[in-house]
C-alpha cells in the first residue's frame, strides 16, 4: 500500500520561491509516474508537473518556465520548486503517484501554498 506526504508549503510573497517535497512509501515509486496537482478554493484540482519514471517531464503552461519537478528514486521523494510565485499559484498541492498497470492512482493530503499579493 502506497502512502504519500507532502511537505514544504507555506506562505510567501509573490515573486518568492518554494521547494515542495512528496515522501512516497511503497515498491513501486521508481517505476510509476508521480505528478503534482493543485486546487484552489471554489475549482476543479489541476495537474502542474508530471515526471515519468524514466524522467521524462510535462507542465501545466501556467507553470512552464518558473516550476521544475524532479524524483529522487533512491530516497522515494518527488520534489516541486517553484521559483517567482504568482498570486494565482496559491492552492493545495498534493502529490500523486500513478500505477499504470491498474490505473490507480495515490494522493496526498496536501500542503497549502499562499503566495501574497
Known amino acids: 500500500q502506497v502512502h504519500l506526504v507532502e511537505s514544504g508549503g507555506g506562505t510567501v510573497q509573490v515573486g518568492g520561491s518554494l521547494r515542495l517535497s512528496c515522501a512516497a512509501s511503497?515498491?513501486?515509486?521508481?517505476?510509476?509516474?508521480m505528478a503534482w496537482y493543485r486546487q484552489a478554493p471554489g475549482k476543479q484540482r489541476d495537474l502542474v508537473a508530471r515526471?515519468?519514471?524514466?524522467?521524462?517531464?510535462t507542465y501545466a503552461d501556467s507553470v512552464k518556465g518558473r516550476f521544475t519537478i524532479s524524483r529522487d528514486n533512491a530516497k522515494n521523494t518527488l520534489y516541486l520548486q517553484m521559483n517567482n510565485l504568482k498570486p494565482e499559484d496559491t492552492a493545495v498541492y498534493y502529490c500523486?503517484?500513478?500505477?499504470?498497470?491498474?490505473?490507480?492512482?495515490?494522493w496526498g493530503q496536501g500542503t497549502q501554498v499562499t503566495v501574497s499579493s
Open positions: 500523486n503517484e500513478h500505477n499504470p498497470t491498474y490505473g490507480y492512482d495515490y
Open positions: 511503497g515498491s513501486g515509486f521508481s517505476r510509476h509516474p
Open positions: 515526471i515519468t519514471g524514466g524522467g521524462t517531464t
